[in-house]
């Protein structure tokens, strides 16, 4: 710690703490809001945090991220974020897919966990600006999705690059439809393990 009296504690809490601190830095380096507590080194660091013109971020595979942090890191670098790849990450929700929804409008690459996510969450994603502008777009852990997700991705129309990997819930009918309904020229599609898969539905892809 720095000596200011925000660090300590036992270690419990993990994210939680982080996040508490994070936001308190960040109230401390805003010109609004001055506090006596920042101290000029953790001031700086988050300006330089905050200021970071990311364009590309993974945390792929790293399953201790909560989904508060990544909402919270999200509305901060967000706007300017390209290709991020959060597969692997299976604590994030839906909060944090409609964070990512309101503050990732740039993106173009898209990569997510889809074991706490619902079938709505992603179609609302897949339904707004981003129908428009995501060119690949990868859910692993799909069992919870279904008819709403393969009827909004259907209707992408800058898809390329589709990875739908475990949906064990997609029916083959909203599959065919799905194969019928496509508006997008997708070179890449992987929908592996796809428990509704059949014949028809793969002759009309």
């Given at each position: 710690g720095d000596g200011d009296g925000d660090g300590g504690g036992d270690g419990n809490g993990g994210g939680d703490d982080a996040l508490a601190a994070f936001s308190k830095v960040r109230r401390a380096s805003s010109p609004m809001e001055p506090t006596a507590a920042a101290t000029p080194a953790r001031a700086a660091a988050a300006r330089r945090y905050l200021m970071l013109p990311l364009e590309v971020l993974s945390t792929n595979h790293v399953p201790g991220l909560s989904s508060n942090a990544?909402?919270?890191l999200l509305g901060a670098v967000g706007p300017t974020l390209v290709d991020l790849d959060l597969d692997g990450c299976w604590k994030l929700d839906?909060?944090?897919?409609?964070?990512?929804?309101t503050h990732c409008s740039a993106l173009r690459s898209l990569a997510v966990d889809g074991a706490s996510l619902t079938d709505g969450a992603v179609a609302r994603l897949c339904l707004g600006p981003h129908a428009r502008t995501l060119v690949s777009f990868s859910v692993s852990f799909c069992e919870g999705l279904g008819t709403a997700t393969l009827a909004a991705v259907a209707g992408m129309t800058a898809l390329r690059r589709l990875r739908l990997r475990k949906g064990v819930e997609f029916a083959a009918e909203d599959l065919e439809r799905f194969a019928?309904?496509?508006?997008?020229?997708?070179?890449?599609l992987d929908l592996s393990e796809a428990g509704g898969l059949n014949d028809t539905a793969l002759l009309r892809l």
């Open positions: 990544m909402s919270f839906d909060p944090c897919l409609d964070s990512l929804r019928e309904r496509l508006r997008c020229p997708i070179t890449h």
